[in-house]
């Protein structure tokens, strides 16, 4: 069974500090990993999307990692703001003849002044 | 980038009544809309892919004479949730793919069934 798992389930940091997502995915056979922002009563925006040869992508101050022999990606946010306050959710993307997307149940990120 | 329009954001009604959904995909042409449920604290669940067209083709589990889905246009895309209980209550999300963009989402709306 595709599953998508993600962690911590939430984590709360100060302003401007770092921290880093992690997705562990079993989606067979795997397509891309994408990550997403959303934000609370919003739908998800997409922050990065790698493929099988990527193993690093960056969006401003988002940097996610892709390791595919290990199943694992992560998810970096440099310098955080009060506007990163949202979900993040890696969902991952299995080439079954159509794209079949599995999602993580998010980490629930907080930025406190 | 592509967009995706999606109203209303919010909708309350009362038990058994009914409740449509728009998705309009702007500037680009959306063949095929995916419908997704998702619950507090809970993960996105696709519902439903609606292909312009042509009928709906329902997750398992997922009523489709509840729910339903037309797409008679390649801009949109609606859900009708029909004779709604407050189990129907929910955060419904489109979601549109495009070539350049990948998976673009609709803002979500909010369904509280009284």
């Known amino acids: 069974k595709n599953q998508v798992e993600q962690s911590p389930q939430s984590l709360i940091i100060l302003e401007g500090k770092n921290c880093t997502l992690q997705?562990?995915?079993?989606?067979?056979?795997?397509?891309?990993l994408r990550w997403y922002k959303q934000d609370t009563g919003r739908g998800p925006v997409s922050l990065t999307i790698?493929?099988?040869?990527?193993n690093t992508k960056s969006n401003g101050r988002y940097t996610a990692t892709l390791d595919a022999d290990t199943k694992q990606s992560s998810l970096h946010i440099t310098a955080s703001q009060l506007s990163d306050s949202a979900s993040y959710i890696c969902?991952?993307?299995?080439?079954?003849?159509?794209?079949?997307?599995?999602f993580g149940t998010g980490t629930r990120l907080t930025i406190i002044p | 980038g592509a967009v995706v329009s999606q109203h209303p954001s919010r909708v309350i009604c009362k038990s058994g009544t009914s409740v449509k959904i728009e998705c309009r995909s702007l500037d680009f042409q959306a063949t095929t809309m995916f419908w997704y449920r998702q619950f507090p604290k809970q993960s996105l669940m696709l519902m439903a892919t609606?292909?312009?067209?042509?009928?709906?083709?329902?997750e398992q589990g997922v009523e489709k004479d509840k729910f339903l889905i037309n797409h008679a246009s390649l801009t949109l895309s609606t859900l009708t949730v029909t004779s709604a209980h407050p189990e129907d209550s929910s955060f419904y999300i489109c979601?549109?793919?495009?070539?350049?963009?990948?998976?673009?989402f609709g803002s979500g709306t909010r369904l509280t069934v009284v």
């Open positions: 979601s549109a793919w495009t070539t350049s963009e990948g998976y673009t």
């Open positions: 790698m493929t099988f040869s990527e």
């Open positions: 609606s292909n312009e067209g042509s009928k709906a083709t329902y």
């Open positions: 997705c562990n995915y079993t989606v067979s056979p795997f397509s891309n």
């Open positions: 969902v991952v993307s299995a080439n079954l003849g159509n794209e079949k997307l599995t």
